[in-house]
């Protein structure tokens, strides 16, 4: 069975960092490829990056040098490491990957930003 569960969330002020993470379990972890995605209140989901097995890395525009993806392989965990944090940040915030033809979602965590 697939799980993903995300922790890390909570309130914190604009500037400052948070660092969320996604733990996988019944999948191969090293060798698929895991994303970040966001949902504002009112807004739709969007993509905020994604990191391949190898641990190449792509960014949406809008968080772009403030954001970084990275994995432990040991650790079945995907990490989203936030700095310079904006009110417009503020969203649900879900890991996602793919094994075989179905796609899995965690739960999501709250990140909210104050300014």
């Known amino acids: 069975q697939v799980q993903l569960v995300e922790s890390g969330g909570g309130l914190v002020q604009a500037g400052k960092s948070l660092r969320l993470s996604c733990a996988a379990s019944?999948?191969?972890?090293?060798?698929?490829?895991m994303g970040w995605y966001r949902q504002a209140p009112g807004k739709q989901r969007e993509l905020v990056g994604t990191i391949t097995g190898g641990g190449s890395t792509n960014y949406a525009d809008s968080v772009k040098g403030r954001f970084t993806i990275s994995r432990d392989n040991a650790k079945n965990t995907v990490y989203l490491q936030m700095n310079s944090l904006k009110p417009e940040d503020t969203a649900v915030y879900y890991c996602?990957?793919?094994?075989?033809?179905?796609?899995?979602w965690g739960q999501g965590t709250q990140v909210t930003v104050s300014s």
């Open positions: 019944g999948i191969m972890f090293r060798i698929v490829a």
């Open positions: 996602r990957t793919t094994w075989g033809i179905r796609e899995y």
